[in-house]
């Protein structure tokens, strides 16, 4: 679950059992996003998603394109994208920064101790406690942040065509957020062991924390596409039975067991178009969005899940869940630091002196903003890296350059964010490549035809 919404704000609370949104590359619910890669609506996550211009594609030498396809993409950098792409850049900044102030607002305010207040006169249990002060919290985040999350995830999308959701199915969307938000943390409870492990080890409650992610990424790995995606969207077996067995013969070619492949009805809720991989074991899944369907030809989604199998082949989930797994205790180690700190210096003022006090939870959540913040360069630079062996095993895999090309250029065609950055911005914002750089490299990418071995496709060829 990334972006900056309910779903958002789950997130943040899910670093105190968990990690940070390193997990949301590879395993979180996929959500539109621009070219590029960088957050685009409420939903945004980093996960496996292709919509952020995965990248063109030379043709094959048997059908060299008669199209610039370079030239295309500059030219579909209209005014009107610039200003899109620019308002999202500034609100990918300005929307962490607003979440930081919504919660030192409230504790500085006072309205962090009274929530507790309430809480501890409704129950004399922690867990008790702990699930009155996730309400209160979750209902006071969400009305401060509701002006800038209605902007961002409602207005921009419907004013520059994108979104076809209704603002009432929005609202129900925000509303599921902050119940998936309150059963998972507060009913499940993860909240509660935090704050259990917090108490019994003052000092150092950052260490059991951090260690006890992995159990946890690879359980919430396996039930979100089971029991969360559903709650948001229809998934049906993929009807196109022609087209699905195309998907499982290069299942088959790559090396690849048959996995489920469903349709997602994405159409609900916007143009777009996307494809991701979701899951383990027995929940993993291809998963095509129904635009995806109806806006793209056969050879350009067999193109796009050659990239959805490249990740399966080249173990991406179980290299994001290993590497968060061990990035959390750096995380919670510097969460204990700052928090701690901040503590000290203003607890008197905010009415706890312990972190083990549930009225600590939104400067736990101010403080995972920040250092999820300053962790997006790092972030973004494994998923940059991993989209890119996922585009190369695509290549490998098909031959099939031109349906690659054409396939881009309509993913690229439905989002609206600069082909070519500036370098801080890329760095910063955008978890894939940026379109023209996959243009360039796939334009000079092809081993075959001087003799080389694949990097990581070594099956037989497309065609024989």
């Known amino acids: ?107 500085f305010s006072g309205l962090a101790s009274v929530m507790r207040d309430i809480a501890h006169n409704l129950g004399k249990r922690l867990y008790v406690r702990v699930l009155v002060f996730l309400i209160l919290y ?33 609202m129900a969307d925000q509303g599921k957020d902050a119940a998936v938000t309150v059963a998972v943390f507060g009913l499940f409870p993860l909240l509660w062991l935090g704050y259990c492990t917090i108490r019994r080890w003052p000092r150092t409650w950052w260490l059991p924390i951090a260690a006890g992610t992995l159990p946890l990424i690879v359980a919430g790995t396996l039930l979100q596409p089971l029991v969360v995606d559903p709650l948001y969207n229809k998934f049906t077996p993929l009807r196109d039975q022609q087209l699905k067995q195309k998907i499982l013969e290069l299942a088959a070619r790559a090396g690849i067991p048959g996995r489920h492949v469903f349709e997602v009805d994405k159409s609900a809720q916007t143009i777009t178009y996307n494809a991701y991989v979701s899951g383990f074991g027995p929940s993993q899944r291809i998963v095509l969005w129904d635009t995806t369907l109806k806006g793209m030809k056969e050879d350009e989604i067999l193109f796009v899940m050659g990239h959805e199998m490249g990740h399966y082949k080249l173990h991406h989930i179980w290299k994001g869940i290993a590497l968060t797994s061990a990035f959390s205790f750096l995380f919670f180690y510097l969460l204990a630091r700052i928090a701690t700190w901040w503590m000290k210096r203003f607890g008197a003022h905010w009415g706890f002196d312990s972190l083990g006090d549930v009225a600590s939870l939104p400067l736990l959540a101010a403080t995972m903003t920040l250092l999820a913040m300053l962790a997006q360069p790092a972030v973004n630079g494994f998923s940059r890296q991993i989209e890119h062996e996922a585009d190369v095993f695509a290549v490998e895999v098909t031959r099939d350059n031109d349906a690659g090309a054409r396939s881009f250029l309509k993913l690229s065609s439905q989002n609206r ?40 496709y070594q099956g037989v060829p497309a065609g024989h």
């Not at 972006?3 to 899910?14: I, K, Q, S």
């Not at 990918?92 to 930081?100: E, G, H, K, S």
């Not at 000079?444 to 080389?452: A, D, N, T």
């Open 1 to 107: 679950m990334s972006g900056w919404t309910g779903r958002r704000y789950a997130a943040l609370l899910l670093a105190l059992v968990v990690s940070l949104p390193l997990l949301g590359v590879v395993t979180a619910r996929p959500q539109p996003a621009p070219a590029g890669g960088m957050p685009a609506g409420p939903d945004s996550t980093a996960t496996d998603s292709l919509a952020p211009g995965l990248g063109v594609l030379q043709a094959s030498p048997a059908a060299p394109p008669a199209r610039d396809y370079i030239a295309e993409v500059r030219a579909a950098f209209t005014p009107e994208n610039r200003a899109y792409s620019g308002t999202r850049i500034v609100l990918a900044f300005v929307t962490p920064l607003y979440d930081i102030l919504i919660a030192l607002l409230i504790l």
């Open 138 to 170: 979750t209902v006071t985040e969400f009305v401060l942040a509701f002006p800038l999350t209605c902007y961002s995830g409602y207005a921009l999308e419907h004013q520059y065509g994108l979104s076809t959701q209704s603002f009432a199915s929005w």
């Open 417 to 456: 964010s600069n082909p070519e950055p500036p370098v801080l911005i890329k760095w910063f914002l955008y978890s894939h490549p940026p379109l023209l750089e996959r243009i360039r490299f796939a334009l000079e990418y092809k081993p075959w035809e001087h003799g080389l071995t694949n990097r990581y």
